[in-house]
């Protein structure tokens, strides 16, 4: 039998893909043309997801798992001669208790359902992204997502206490506790934060909530020089406490781009500062936090850290601010596109954005170089486009962007991970001591490389 026929006795005949059927399916979000993959197979259960594995296993054919396939760095991509574990059919919410104030979720639940199921609940699931509608609490997971608001609550890491995985070899080690305290021994559902399907797949997680903010305020802010915002980050870390929840900055490249025909998205501020800042703040007392956090903006003003500012008084203005924030989709109308995600020191971050800049503009006069992120978190988005593409092109763009980073210990990937884009990079942030210790975990966990093989750790 083979083992595509081996699969077929797995799963309902709906469940298993293969040929055509595999071909109308997108390669990913951002790569265009269609899976590569021999087989695609969408199990409903752990259980069938250990005995997928088996076979696969015995088979010796590698497997790639995949989410909602909005992962920047082809960690899901799949490639000839691969299967394809789709988590799309175990995508229910499970479990809500408002007394531990968890959610139990299947993997493959949409970070936008868990948001939904857990404000019904009256709580908060806090890690939020542009990709919230398609992505999935095991791709979050599996790439220890971070978003907007870490700032504030952390990545994803920290919202994890329990989790359940399958092994490479279809054993599988479920650990659903609600504890946020658990000592005993290696905690190993951190093997599977974080390693991109590398190590195991996630099929079920537990996930911290946190209490629904009461007040949400919003500032969006126009300011004219760098230390400006070094010292607004500072103003409102100070002012506001733990209830600063986002200082995301918008380079004017990027803010001009969102909010400009044909993007449907208006400029709630001129265009023509140097930068701009979107700051927010989640509390627990309406009246208060409000007022609080115009006093400090408005200290921010007075000592004239901050040109012109709106605040988002409402849902509505406050999804407008964050709606041409998320609009990354309008960088591809710079044309061929290099992403980059990087974190570095936050004092850093000026001269090294003005180096990338001179670097492009030396090679490529009318390069462009667009820059934006979680600027709060140490975390930029670097996108440039030089109008023409190609393996020598992309090598040059991204020595353009890595060797300033080098210099400057930074890491090459702050959120979206390494997958098959960042491996030959690694080592400007891993040492070999630390590259090695990946390879023996790899090999304790997966010693036949079947899951996800060749992500993330470079070849030896
Ligand atoms: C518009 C947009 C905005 C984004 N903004 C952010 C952001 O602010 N912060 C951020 O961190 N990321 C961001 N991303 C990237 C992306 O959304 C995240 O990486 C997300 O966590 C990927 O989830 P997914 O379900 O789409 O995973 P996929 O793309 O399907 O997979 C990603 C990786 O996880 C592995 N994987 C998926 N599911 C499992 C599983 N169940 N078990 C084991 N391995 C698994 C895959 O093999 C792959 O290596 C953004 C993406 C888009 C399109």
Redesign the pocket.
């Known amino acids: 039998m083979t083992l595509e026929q081996q699969l077929a006795e797995v799963v309902l005949e709906q469940d298993l893909l293969v040929g055509d059927a595999v071909k109308a399916r997108p390669a990913?979000?951002?790569v265009a043309g269609p899976c590569q993959a021999d087989a695609v197979i969408r199990p409903r259960s752990t259980e069938q997801v250990a005995k997928v594995l088996r076979l696969c296993s015995a088979a010796g054919r590698p497997v790639?798992?995949?989410?909602?396939?909005?992962?920047?760095?082809k960690?899901?991509v799949a490639l000839a001669g691969e299967v394809v574990l789709s988590?799309e059919r175990m995508n229910q919410i499970e479990e809500i208790d408002t007394t531990s104030r968890t959610i139990t979720v299947q993997?493959?639940a949409t970070?936008e359902s868990v948001q939904q199921a857990a404000e019904s609940a009256g709580l908060k699931y806090p890690v939020d992204?542009?990709?919230r509608a398609?992505?999935?609490?095991?791709?979050?997971?599996?790439?220890?997502?971070?978003?907007?608001h870490v700032i504030r609550y952390g990545?994803?890491r920290a919202q994890v206490l329990g989790i359940e995985?399958v092994l490479a070899d279809g054993t599988i080690v479920s650990d659903l506790s609600k504890m946020l305290k658990n000592n005993a021994g290696y905690d190993f559902k951190q093997y599977?934060i974080g390693s991109?399907?590398?190590l195991?797949?996630?099929?079920r997680v537990v996930l911290r909530l946190q209490p629904r903010p009461q007040s949400v305020n919003t500032c969006f802010a126009a300011l004219n020089a760098f230390d400006d915002v070094l010292q607004l980050l500072s103003a409102v870390q100070d002012g506001l406490g733990p209830t600063l929840s986002a200082f995301e900055v918008l380079w004017p490249e990027f803010y001009e781009l969102t909010t400009t025909a044909p993007s449907e998205h208006q400029p709630p501020l001129d265009h023509g500062f140097p930068y701009y800042v979107i700051l927010e703040a989640h509390g627990g007392d309406p009246k208060k936090d409000g007022e609080r956090f115009r006093d400090v903006l408005g200290d921010c003003m007075e000592r004239d850290l901050i040109e012109d500012s709106v605040l988002a008084t409402t849902p509505a203005e406050r999804a407008r601010i964050w709606g041409f924030r998320?609009a990354?989709?309008h960088m591809n109308r710079l044309g061929p596109i290099y992403t980059f995600d990087v974190s570095l020191g936050i004092a850093d971050m000026e001269a090294y954005v003005a180096e990338i800049k001179e670097k492009v503009s030396d090679r490529w006069p009318n390069g462009t170089v667009v820059v934006f992120g979680?600027l709060g978190d140490g975390n930029l988005h670097v996108i440039v486009g030089v109008g023409e593409r190609g393996t020598e092109v992309r090598e040059a763009v991204e020595a353009c962007v890595y060797e300033p980073l080098a210099a400057r210990r930074g890491s090459v990937s702050a959120?979206?991970?390494v997958?098959l884009e960042k491996q030959s990079h690694l080592h400007i942030t891993r040492g070999p001591n630390e590259l090695e210790l990946m390879r023996r975990i790899k090999q304790a966990l997966d010693p036949q490389n079947l899951l996800?093989p060749g992500?993330v750790l470079p070849p030896a």
Do not use: K, P, Y
């Not at 790639?64 to 760095?73: D, E, K, M, N």
């Not at 398609?134 to 907007?148: E, R, S, W």
């Open positions: 990913a979000w951002d790639v798992t995949q989410g909602g396939l909005t992962g920047l760095v960690g899901s988590l993997a493959g970070l992204l542009g990709g398609q992505c999935t609490i095991g791709g979050n997971v599996a790439t220890n997502a971070g978003g907007n990545m994803t995985a599977f991109e399907g590398t195991g797949v996630v099929t998320d990354v989709e979680h959120e979206h991970g997958g996800n992500r």
